[in-house]
């Protein structure tokens, strides 16, 4: 007998923030900034650029808003695990 095991699922949530545009816009310049800065971890990407882990930081409010987008439909979604 086949039995599935649910150990290691993944959900996939598609949300668009109402504004989507205005975050790209103001994300695209913070990214822009610090590749010509040269801010950028050395990661697997041979000949690509990856940028800082902090990006809450230096994106500024375009940044944190959009992980706050990011949190609150999450959240919506997986409160019961």
């Known amino acids: 007998m086949t039995e599935r ?14 504004n989507a545009e205005e975050l790209n816009d103001a994300l695209l310049e913070a ?3 610090q590749r ?3 801010r950028c971890i ?3 990407n041979l000949g690509g650029w990856h940028s800082m882990t902090d990006m809450t930081d230096w994106g500024g409010e375009a940044a944190r ?8 439909e999450g959240s919506q979604h997986m409160a019961d695990i």
């Open 5 to 18: 095991l649910d150990l290691f699922p993944t959900p996939i949530l598609k949300a668009r923030p109402p």
């Open 31 to 33: 990214i822009d900034g």
């Open 36 to 38: 010509r800065a040269g």
């Open 42 to 44: 050395d990661r697997s």
């Open 65 to 72: 808003g959009l992980a706050e987008f990011a949190v609150q």
